[in-house]
């Protein structure tokens, strides 16, 4: 790994590649995973690289539909391995969600070593090994267990692929996903669209669970239907237009006009 000075302005999303080429190195995460960290990068620093409110909330909403879910499925790709395997474990514990590995550049080796990972870092069972092409997609990502994705009533995507997003709400599920770009077509069909670094919303979800688990599912479920998705969107989107609005302004030297 290359030794990165702590006090460097870049510090955590320099730490956040390095996690990556070590994912690539493991074997674990594709060469295209590292492109989607690049494309990630570029939005979060967009947002501010920060937790925004509105997706603390979708987080907190995530966290409720996972609580109620009859099945609920984490499924886990290359990159979320190599960024948060621990904390991917800690919430499938904390909820009672299975975990599969379920990678769009598809090979039985990097399977393997996602499963290996994430039962060093505590799993029990990892599903993704016996998958049967189960989806109408024309790619790998096609190939999902039938006691794990297939049937499963909400699916948390870290980093989800558009096109598997939209045919897991066609089937019915609700899917959330958590992807820094609001513009995507995963964001846009996501039924829960978390606005984040899965480095910073995964912490953060983990925090709220026991607040959440003393609450009765009539409360959970109250705070599910009061979501709006399109609210949180649209504030994600603002806030980055906001952010360049600001950062146009101190190009030019105006003063923010706080009356
Ligand atoms: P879509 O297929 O949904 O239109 P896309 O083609 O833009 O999306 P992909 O390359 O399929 O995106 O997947 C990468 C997505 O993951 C990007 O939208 C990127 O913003 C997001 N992403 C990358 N790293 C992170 C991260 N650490 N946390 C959250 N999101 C991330
Ligand atoms: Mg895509």
Not at 73 to 100: C, D, F, R, W, Y
Not at 125 to 142: D, F, K, T
Not at 227 to 236: E, Q
Request: aromatic share 4%; glycine share 6%.
């Amino acid at each position: 790994m290359t030794e990165i000075p702590k006090n460097h302005p870049r510090y955590e999303s320099l730490m956040t590649r390095e996690q990556i080429n070590a994912g690539v190195d493991k074997g674990m995460t594709s060469r295209q995973g590292l492109l989607a960290q690049g494309r990630g990068e570029a939005f979060d620093y967009l947002i501010g690289e920060q937790t925004i409110e509105s997706a603390n909330y979708a987080e907190a909403v995530a966290v409720c539909l996972l609580l109620l879910a009859e099945n609920p499925v984490i499924s886990v790709n290359g990159n979320a391995a190599a960024l948060a395997p621990a904390e991917l474990v800690t919430l499938s514990q904390l909820t009672g969600a299975k975990l599969e590995v379920n990678l769009f550049h598809r090979t039985e080796e990097r399977i393997q070593k996602i499963i290996a990972e994430l039962k060093e870092n505590g799993a029990d069972v990892v599903l993704g090994e016996n998958a049967e092409p189960l989806l109408p997609l024309e790619h790998e990502r096609a190939k999902v267990e039938r006691e794990g994705i297939y049937d499963a009533d909400v699916i948390f995507v870290p980093l989800e692929d558009g096109d598997r997003c939209q045919v897991l709400g066609d089937m019915k599920k609700l899917v959330i996903a958590v992807d820094l770009n609001p513009l995507s077509r995963t964001a846009q069909s996501a039924h829960v669209s978390i606005v984040d670094n899965l480095k910073r919303a995964l912490p953060n979800m983990i925090d709220m669970i026991p607040e959440f688990k003393n609450m009765n599912e009539a409360d959970l479920w109250e705070i599910v239907e009061a979501y709006d998705n399109k609210v949180v969107l649209v504030d994600a989107i603002e806030t980055i237009k906001e952010n360049l609005t600001a950062k146009q302004n101190e190009v030019l030297g105006i003063e923010k006009d706080d009356s």
